[in-house]
């Protein structure tokens, strides 16, 4: 998303409305420092807004809010490094500030909150990923993947589980961890186990890190175990 005016409309699907549980996922990846949405719908009256976004004002952090009301996390995801972020709304909750926030799969502290009661709108607006339709200034900017609404409120493990799903983990001390681009399935490896690339658009994107970072002067090895019957560079 280009951060001005790129956007995905869900074209008849207008949301989770009232007090029914629900939780908005993605992987997200951005390094502008501004208020940009990753998923909402609803009508910006009391209560019945629902948007998911990175909050610039309070560090860059998750945010989830229904008009006045918010409940904002304290993780920055502005810097550039992929984040798996997830919103969940619990059974029982009647206020904005029962959301419960993940980031990589971690229960979020709470950075600041403001009560509103929940009542949101699912008959007027079509859910917009992207974008907020009430603003003109908080389009998202950069790569958004995996997004995902869900008519419950995944558990904390479900909410894991996912996280890990999305990410190559790097079995060395090193913890150079990867981020699974793509449909890449999961195989048996030549020692434990390895991903199938289908040649088009799968890969593993490591995150930067300044000790692999080497220039044309430094020397370096890279290694890996590969099987592939495809005859092309």
């Known amino acids: 998303f280009d951060g001005s ?3 995905l409309r869900v074209s008849g699907y207008k949301g989770i409305g009232g007090t029914d549980t629900r939780t908005v996922e993605a992987w997200i990846k951005t390094s502008s420092a501004t208020d940009q949405v990753i998923a909402g719908w609803g009508t910006d009256t009391a209560g019945t807004k629902w948007h ?13 809010e229904n008009n006045t009301g918010y409940i904002y996390g304290t993780t920055n995801l502005a810097d550039g490094k992929w984040h798996h ?4 709304f619990p059974t029982g909750g ?4 029962d959301v419960l926030h993940y980031v990589d799969g971690a229960l979020e502290t709470v950075g600041g909150s403001n009560a509103q009661a929940v009542n949101t709108d699912n ?5 917009e990923i992207g974008r907020n339709r009430f603003s003109s200034n908080q389009y998202f900017n950069g790569l958004l993947d995996e997004a995902a609404i869900y008519d419950t409120d995944l558990t904390a493990a479900q909410v ?9 983990n790097d079995g060395t001390a090193n913890n150079y961890d990867g981020k699974i681009v793509g449909p890449i399935q999961a195989s048996s490896g030549k020692y434990g186990q390895a991903v199938t690339l289908d040649g088009t658009d799968d ?7 300044a000790s692999i970072d080497f220039d044309n002067t430094e020397s370096f090895t890279l290694e890996a175990w590969a099987k592939t019957s495809a005859a092309s560079s």
Do not use: K, P, Q
């Open 5 to 7: 005016s790129s956007y």
């Open 94 to 97: 009647n206020n904005i500030t």
């Open 123 to 127: 008959a007027t607006n079509d859910v």
């Open 160 to 168: 894991l589980a996912h996280f890990m799903r999305g990410i190559a």
């Open 85 to 88: 972020v997830a919103s969940v």
């Open 52 to 64: 998911v976004r990175v909050d610039s004002a309070n560090g860059n952090v998750l945010r989830t």
């Open 203 to 209: 890969y593993v994107e490591v995150l930067h890190n």
